[in-house]
């Protein structure tokens, strides 16, 4: 079974920034599409971003230009670099591994934007 382990949210002032990380129990290759979900309070679950096996990216409109998902291989973690935050980005943040139509999921880290 794979683990998918976040962390590094918190509590953060709007503008400020943030870096989400997701450990996995096996090596990213055999995954061919990893992303990042958040679900905000009262709210479902959106995606936020994606990055395949080859390296491409998609963010959601609401976080291009601010986020950025990326991957490294040799420590099996994808991370998500949030800037100029928002408090409209507070949510649990999931981290998502898909292979061969498997779905992983993480069990969420929490991001507050407040002040």
């Known amino acids: 079974q794979v683990q998918l382990v976040e962390s590094g949210g918190g509590l953060v002032q709007p503008g400020g920034s943030l870096r989400l990380s997701c450990a996995a129990s096996?090596?990213?290759?055999?995954?061919?599409?990893m992303g990042w979900y958040r679900q905000p309070p009262g709210k479902q679950r959106e995606l936020v971003a994606v990055?395949?096996?080859?390296?491409?990216?998609d963010y959601a409109a609401s976080v291009k230009g601010r986020f950025t998902i990326s991957r490294d291989n040799a420590k099996s973690a994808v991370y998500l670099q949030m800037i100029s935050l928002k408090p409209e980005d507070t949510a649990v943040y999931y981290c998502?591994?898909?292979?061969?139509?498997?779905?992983?999921w993480g069990k969420g880290t929490l991001v507050t934007v407040s002040s």
């Open positions: 990055i395949t096996s080859l390296g491409a990216t």
């Open positions: 998502n591994f898909n292979r061969g139509g498997m779905n992983y």
């Open positions: 096996e090596r990213l290759f055999s995954f061919s599409l």
